[in-house]
């Protein structure tokens, strides 16, 4: 019958639910902080730059080429018309700029304003705590 369960069923369903609870407030207490970080918006309104933002920030971190409105497109999801939306105001706020004639890279001088910014804290603090939430969730429920 669907609706039975068994006990390892039932270990295995809580610690998938502690597990989502985790993850779960590790998200929101990145999103908050990130939103912070742009005052101008609300976070749904800002969601798109920051994937796009970030997405420039791991390749850079990658030692990838410059990314292209295209490949940024396919790599998130997202029409090219928001993504070209986004790297505009993202240039236009300092955030990342254009190299080459098609290609973005994060702007250092903007995470040197920001190198002990409050809400980047927050976000390494969140990780750290459910990285440890995690793997001592691993260690007592098998």
Not at 16 to 26: E, F, M, P, T, V
């Amino acid at each position: 019958m669907a609706s039975e369960t068994t006990t390892n069923s039932d270990a295995a369903l809580a610690k998938r639910h502690k597990q989502s609870a985790i993850i779960g407030r590790l998200t929101v207490a990145g999103f908050v902080a990130m939103r912070s970080g742009y005052p101008r918006k609300h976070i749904g309104a800002v969601f798109e730059e920051l994937l796009v933002c970030l997405a420039i920030r791991v390749a850079d971190d990658l030692g990838a080429p410059p990314l292209n409105a295209s490949e940024l497109s396919k790599r998130l999801g997202l029409p090219r018309s928001n993504v070209r939306r986004c790297l505009d105001a993202l240039v236009g706020e300092g955030v990342i700029r254009k190299e080459g004639e098609h290609g973005y890279r994060g702007e250092m001088d903007w995470l040197t304003s920001r190198i002990d910014a409050d809400y980047f804290l927050k976000i390494r603090d969140a990780i750290i705590c459910a990285a440890d939430e995690l793997k001592a969730l691993e260690a007592t429920i098998t």
